[in-house]
């Protein structure tokens, strides 16, 4: 935080506000956005005991997680016209009371409906408070040193969930699940109070007109792409499945209509002009492909070190906590970095890095040894750090700044989608090689070696799959320049 505070006393933003000491306000949004994104992953270990606690099936209790997921997916599209149409602190406030409202609902939830509404509010607030961070800071840090304040954002981003399972774990093992709301509710008011009381408006505001239909045709496309394709990597369902298959086709229909009618509207809902920008498309692109190589990395492994490598749950979080840790510590060294030599020297040897990485996991096989697991992770996380934040604020940088909150709604909404993606893509790829060894070897009653063999393979295949799209992002990498702000 030194070096934004070193600059952001005499940044003005770009909108004619006046200047100011912003570190009191960017400290709120972090703060905000951490809750907001630590509760996005801190459930999933606590699934099991809501299930057994409301007697509910587990194809039910996923909607906790696929729920929110859905909500991010339908509401970040339209935070662009939030960010236009309400002031900082309206939005901030609004925010974080519908995350503390939530949270607070579902801590005190007496059945799982209550619960599952306590959720869907909670993921309300945090589709408005991520792409309100970004925009801030966009708005209020200049070009020469966006790069450490992004970092600080990848530091909450990564840290959040890293820190997530472990402590999860920790209130559910000693206490009940209802402690993981409890643990959160205060954090929570606390950023809001401290949001109440020292946060203050940074952009101008003005009175765009809500286009109803293509807010309807963005829940549809965007919502319908989420939902299908977290459907599709879950249980025994596949992208031939009738209802995944209608759902991912209206998703694509709609999303279609919604950008045929973006490029005809005066002032268009999300305004995909955005695309104009070479460097802002490059970044993208290599953003996606990172996180859906990075989602085959965090679920496949864990299903892989339980079933084939015989590592404990335990051990397994132990394994993955490293890696999570390193790469919030290494984001806001890579933005500093990003603000003085460029986005480059950090994509490219972060690409091959990656490639390199990815790779070597197709001989991770029973009986590695624990401690080369972890450092194959801790590197493949690093490099994630070196192309997450370096793309995603190069990109930024070139659009005008009255296309901010455009650049940002996209950016977030698209790394959502991604993540769908990549979650339904990896897992589908395993199951079907799993699938594949037992077909090609004649295997119909498999036994416990065959099942690891048969899930080894699959794994291989999958992690084929992830060094396929490393090797896109190398290529990517090399076609990105510095970007320079369009007018």
């Known amino acids: 935080m030194a070096v934004i505070a070193q600059e952001s006393s005499a940044a003005t933003t770009e909108s004619n506000q006046p200047t100011g000491n912003v570190i009191p306000i960017i400290a709120v949004l972090l703060s905000g956005a951490f809750v907001a994104i630590l509760s996005e992953t801190i459930l999933n270990v606590a699934l099991n005991a809501i299930m057994a606690d409301f007697g509910v099936a587990s194809s039910t209790v996923q909607w906790l997680v696929t729920g929110y997921m859905l909500v991010i997916g339908t509401l970040v599209p339209i ?17 974080m009371s519908l995350f503390t409202l939530g949270t607070l609902i579902s801590g005190f939830s007496p059945v799982f409906t209550i619960l599952l509404v306590g959720r869907l509010t909670q993921a309300i607030g945090t589709a408005i408070m991520i792409p309100l961070l970004i925009n801030i800071i966009l708005t209020v840090i200049p070009v020469e040193r966006r790069g450490a304040a992004m970092g600080m954002v990848g530091l909450v981003i990564m840290f959040a969930p890293a820190i997530g399972p472990t402590v999860s774990g920790l209130i559910v093992e000693n206490f009940t699940w209802r402690w993981l709301f409890y643990f959160i509710l205060p954090i929570a008011l606390l950023s809001l109070l401290f949001g109440m009381r020292v946060l203050t408006n940074i952009s101008e505001t003005s009175k765009p007109k ?21 459907a599709a990597g879950k249980g025994d369902a596949t992208f031939a499945d009738p209802v995944v298959f209608s759902t991912l086709l209206v998703g694509f229909v709609a999303l ?30 290599l953003v996606m ?6 989602f085959a990395m965090m679920l496949v492994m864990p299903i892989y070190m339980q079933g084939a490598l015989l590592f404990s749950a335990v051990l397994t979080g132990l394994i993955m906590l490293p890696g999570g840790l390193l790469n919030g510590a290494m984001s806001p060294f890579m933005g ?46 690093i490099a994630v750090a070196m192309i997450m934040m370096p793309a995603q604020t190069n990109g930024l940088n070139q659009i005008p700044s009255k296309l901010y909150p455009h650049g940002t709604a996209i950016m977030n909404t698209l790394m959502q989608v991604s993540g769908a993606i990549g979650a339904a893509l990896f ?14 070897n004649n295997i119909v ?43």
């Open 79 to 95: 935070s662009a016209y939030f960010m236009q149409r309400f002031t900082t602190r309206q939005l901030f406030i609004a925010a």
């Open 210 to 230: 809500l286009d109803v239909l293509s807010f309807v045709l963005s829940t549809l496309g965007f919502g319908g792409i989420v939902y299908g394709f977290s």
């Open 256 to 285: 279609g209509l919604f950008s045929w009618r973006q490029l005809r509207l005066e002032t268009p809902l999300l305004d995909i002009r955005v695309f104009r920008y070479p460097m802002f498309l490059l970044g993208l692109v």
């Open 289 to 294: 492909l990172v996180m859906m190589t990075m």
């Open 336 to 381: 500093r970095l990003f603000d003085k030599f460029g986005p480059r020297p950090l994509l490219i040897p972060g690409t091959i890095i990656l490639a390199a990485i990815v790779f070597t996991y197709r001989y991770t096989v029973p009986g590695i040894p624990v401690w080369i697991v972890i450092i194959q992770q801790a590197i493949l996380m």
């Open 427 to 440: 897992i589908s790829v395993m199951e079907t090689g799993q699938q594949s060894y037992l077909s090609s």
């Open 445 to 487: 009653n498999p036994t416990g070696e065959e099942m690891i063999a048969a899930l080894t393979y699959g794994s291989q295949q999958s992690f084929s799959t992830g060094f396929y799209l490393a090797l896109a992002a190398v290529v990517l990498a090399l076609l990105v320049r510095r970007s320079k702000q369009a007018v």
